[in-house]
């Protein structure tokens, strides 16, 4: 596509229930990456995915969060047992290899909230 | 790990001036982004700076990477540059892609009509 996409762009969730957060990539981008951002702070880096190599998930806050990227492109970030305190904007980022511009590229988020 | 300092944190300014807002890290890079967070949330790649300049309309940017600085220039602000800007530099590199980035806090910046 011409941007990354993600859905749902919110989501409410009870405490203890899963939640499972989409991200479909620039077409081609090699790249993943996922991030987290709480209410007014930076970005926390949570995974990243580059191509068939093994993902980097040495972000990932606890062991309720795991992420998989199916076929080298869409990406699932899927929280177990949400907690309060998970409750973020999710931010999901691609970007290309071999280029002379490595910037990446962002979408617009999911706002989850858990109550 | 590399640490992301930003500076000032918040900056508000009257349309029509400019304004220097400043990134330190704490070791070598060879990749340096800034990103615009507008007031909806939406970041964008302004940009890819690992050294030297690089000017795109009323924005441009300088890395001294041989200091560890990175300095985004805003000139003529407008209302609508009203967001957090954000740097960004790898946590490692692998085999030469690139490798997840660590953000600095941000500096807000509010342009006022």
């Known amino acids: 596509g011409a941007g990354v996409s993600q859905s749902p762009s919110n989501k409410v969730t009870e405490k203890g229930k899963d939640v499972e957060l989409r991200c479909d990539p620039i077409?081609?981008?090699?790249?993943l990456y996922w991030y987290r951002q709480s209410l007014g702070q930076g970005l926390e880096f949570l995974i990243y995915?580059?191509?068939?190599?093994?993902?980097?998930k040495s972000g990932l806050p606890s062991d309720r969060f795991s992420a998989e990227r199916t076929g080298g492109s869409v990406s699932t970030l899927t929280i177990q047992r949400t907690q309060q305190e998970d409750s973020a904007v999710y931010l999901c980022?691609?970007?290309?290899?071999?280029?002379?511009?490595?910037?990446?590229?962002f979408g617009s988020g999911t706002r989850l909230t858990v109550v | 790990g590399i640490q992301v300092e930003q500076s000032p944190p918040d900056l508000i300014l009257q349309e029509g001036a400019n304004s220097t807002l400043r990134c330190n890290f704490s070791?070598?890079?060879?990749?340096l982004q800034w990103f615009h967070q507008n007031p909806w949330g939406q970041l964008i790649n302004l940009f890819y700076?690992?050294?030297g300049t690089k000017q795109n309309g009323r924005l441009s940017a300088t890395t001294v990477a041989t200091e560890r600085y990175s300095l985004l220039y805003i000139s003529s602000s407008q209302t609508t540059d009203s967001g957090v800007y954000f740097c960004?530099?790898?946590?490692?590199?692998?085999?030469?892609?690139?490798?997840?980035?660590?953000f600095g806090k941000g500096t807000k910046l509010s342009v006022k009509p």
């Open positions: 980022a691609s970007s290309s290899r071999g280029h002379a511009d490595y910037g990446y590229t």
């Open positions: 960004a530099v790898p946590q490692r590199e692998y085999g030469g892609s690139q490798g997840n980035l660590i």
């Open positions: 700076i690992p050294s």
């Open positions: 077409s081609g981008h090699t790249a």
């Open positions: 995915f580059q191509g068939n190599s093994a993902p980097d």
């Open positions: 070791d070598s890079v060879n990749n």
